[in-house]
């Protein structure tokens, strides 16, 4: 293990020399760990994410992480997860598919109990038949948990967001989960060049005082004397209780937008702005949708690219001011539900103007000519 | 926790509620106290919303009173009823899901080693017998294979009360109960043998209607658990509401069904946690 000096998070993220290395998406988990200062990890495997988690024992091995274990599921681990986040350390999991689903009661807790966990969800189809191929429906259960969603295009994104993940999420002001999701396979098990921060910096601990809610170490007063009116007694305040709590939580995911305007650069990239149809998506879909506009532009149509970051919070107003002045809006996605197409279509003005798709699914990659189909039609 | 830290500070006195106060003036942390103190000092459990001869509200309240240091003691739940009375309790507790209480305590447990290396912190799983031998039978048995620093004590009603009387693991066979309307088809789960196997330091069965023994094996469960391995404490808490029996009768009937031989009082100690007891017992 090399010796590490805990730098600003700033320092770390925007002006630290980066060294570029040929890596998978799994190694970029491994790398991003390594320099986050993580307390505790737990693995539960599930193709294609089990590598990250592999590669995350063997930095906890080299002292990088000072506790590791394997659970005995994914409900047990992301309750894992929960105990040690409660009990105030930094704690780093991963999953995907349905690993994902099989812990799903958890999900909402996390953000309910207000925990910073990070979770890394390499997403993959959701079963029956039985599948490992990637696919991004998980993505859909998990948009009304609470819980913040990154989308990385590539291993950059991710390694990137994985280190600002943990510092968003432990703000005082947000503390809420983070999961910043992956397209497994197209990510995970993809080599691609990899600026990577250097190896004996690390961000700061965690503070377990800066929570909203206390800690649970009976260390700080007044203990936690559980006397906020119980869900299950059914009285006005009891009621009242539980919906400002949610209310609250939904204020926390709103309070991450300047932090993550701060490291993301803004919850979307924009390509183009002056385009007159946009392209907007998230996750490796960007990517085909990049040849697709190469394309396109060559032809002399002027399209445009959204890439979508944040999918929680989502970018609406980003979003509403783009499609404004478009003739067109297309969305392609990794999944056959058509999430982010209905989720930008709720945030849009003229709904109409958005194509629901090209969508694959099952596993299959996105041939750009599908999404060049549309923008043709579109130009007509 | 350093119990000076509790102390109200000057000229809020007034303006605390009065069972904070009292809490702080005369209650448990730091006094070493046991249930022969009981009606001495302010306890754990301000008041209970139970109901009326609860043989688990009795059981919570003795195991609170038997805690070796509540002002270390992490507490984690489960859904149940007696998640229903945890908000009155004046320790961290957790109330996690229905089942997965063992596996939040090891999270909590292994980040509190992290966080306080040289300082004893007890976690104590106190939750029912459908979490601790049904829905989270996986996650208690895979606590213990692992050798988490935890005790699991099951408040064993011998059904799902909370959600009004079905039949649970620990139900006897034979038993009419919700869901199960021609009687149960197996007989009660033995998991005190389970935990053993799966390599319990401690295990114990008791019941309220022994305060003292109650008392006993609590402490020794919690105390083997914070030098050796994991420990299990199952108490008999029955339940008058899904049974139907006369709430005065709860600590009778616990009598005659030990007298009856369905019910038996049991103490098994692994050999390292026999000498660790010896040597702390006999120094008192
Ligand atoms: C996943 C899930 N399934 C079912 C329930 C409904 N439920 C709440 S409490 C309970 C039974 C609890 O039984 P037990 O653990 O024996 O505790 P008791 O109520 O008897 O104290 C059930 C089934 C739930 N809360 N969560």
């Not at chain 1, 592999?54 to 091995?61: K, R």
């Not at chain 2, 391995?229 to 709430?247: E, R």
């Amino acid at each position: 293990m090399i010796d590490q000096k805990i730098v600003d998070p700033d320092y770390l993220l925007f002006e630290a020399p980066r060294t570029s290395e040929y890596i998978t998406g799994s190694e970029a988990v491994r790398e991003a760990i390594k320099r986050a200062n993580v307390d505790m990890a737990i693995a539960y495997p599930i193709t294609p994410q089990s590598e990250s988690m592999h590669l995350v024992g063997d930095i906890y091995a080299q002292g990088y992480v000072k506790e590791y274990f394997r659970g005995e599921n994914e409900f047990a681990v992301m309750s894992s997860v929960a105990g040690a986040s409660m009990a105030g350390v930094r704690v780093f999991t991963a999953t995907g598919g349905p690993g994902t689903m099989r812990a799903f009661e958890v999900f909402p807790t996390w953000a309910g109990a207000r925990l910073p966990i990070v979770c890394a969800f390499m997403t993959r189809g959701v079963n029956s038949p039985l599948t490992i191929q990637p696919d991004t429906i998980e993505m859909a259960y998990l948009l009304e948990t609470g819980i913040l969603m990154l989308h990385a295009e590539n291993s950059q994104d991710l390694h990137d967001m994985l280190l600002m993940a943990f510092m968003v999420a432990e703000k005082t002001d947000v503390h809420i989960p983070v999961g910043v999701f992956a397209d497994g396979f197209f990510v995970t098990h993809t080599r691609d060049k990899v600026n990577m921060l250097p190896e004996d910096c690390k961000l700061p601990s965690y503070d377990p005082y800066s929570a909203p809610v206390p800690v649970m170490d009976m260390e700080n007063v007044p203990v936690r004397q559980m006397r906020d009116p119980f869900v299950m007694k059914s009285n006005f305040i009891s009621y009242a209780a539980h919906a400002s709590w949610q209310q609250e939580i939904d204020a926390a995911a709103e309070r991450s937008r300047k932090y993550l305007n701060h490291y993301l650069g803004g919850l979307i990239d924009v390509e183009h702005e002056d385009a007159d149809i946009f392209i907007a998506t998230s996750g490796t879909a960007v990517s085909q949708s990049r040849e697709a506009i190469a394309i396109a532009r060559e032809e002399g149509i002027n399209v445009g690219l959204i890439k979508i970051k944040s999918i929680r919070p989502f970018p609406r107003e980003e979003i509403c001011a783009l499609a404004s002045r478009a003739k067109g809006i297309i969305v392609p996605e990794f999944n056959r539900v058509g999430w982010l197409a209905k989720e930008i279509c709720n945030v849009i003005d003229e709904p109409r103007k958005v194509v629901r798709g090209p969508r694959v699914f099952g596993g299959m990659t996105m041939p750009p000519e599908l999404i060049l189909a549309e923008i043709r039609r579109i130009h007509q | 926790m350093k119990t000076g830290m509790l102390k109200i500070s000057p000229g809020f006195e007034d303006i605390m509620p009065p069972e904070y106060r009292e809490l702080v003036d005369n209650g448990p942390y730091g006094k070493n106290y046991g249930i022969g103190d009981l009606g001495s000092y302010k306890e754990l459990l301000e008041e209970h919303p139970l109901c009326a001869g609860c043989g688990l509200a009795l059981s919570l309240r003795l195991t609170l009173a038997s805690l070796p240091m509540p002002e270390d003691t992490v507490i984690v739940g489960s859904t149940g009823c007696s998640a229903l009375a945890f908000p009155q309790v004046a320790l961290h507790n957790i109330h996690s899901l229905f089942g997965n209480q063992n596996a939040v305590a090891s999270g909590l447990k292994r980040a509190l080693k992290l966080r306080f290396p040289d300082k004893e912190k007890d976690v104590v799983v106190i939750a029912g017998d459908g979490a601790t031998a049904d829905i989270g039978l996986d996650m208690v048995m895979q606590s213990w294979l692992r050798r988490e620093k935890i005790t699991t004590i099951m408040l064993d009603n011998e059904a799902y009360a909370n959600t009004g009387g079905q039949e649970s693991g620990m139900s006897m066979q034979g038993a009419v109960l919700n869901m199960a309307p021609t009687g149960k088809k197996f007989p009660k789960l033995s998991l005190p043998e389970i935990a053993q196997t799966c390599g319990c330091a401690y295990v114990a069965a008791a019941s309220p209607a022994k305060p003292k023994q109650l008392a006993k094996v609590v402490r020794r469960a919690i105390l083997v658990a914070r030098e050796i391995g994991p420990t299990y404490v199952q108490l008999y808490s029955p339940c008058p509401t899904n049974y139907k029996f006369n709430p005065k009768e709860t600590v009778s009937l616990i009598k005659q069904r030990e007298k009856d031989g369905l019910y038996q009082s049991k103490e098994y100690i692994s050999q390292e946690a026999k000498a660790f007891l010896e040597s702390i017992e006999v120094k008192k």
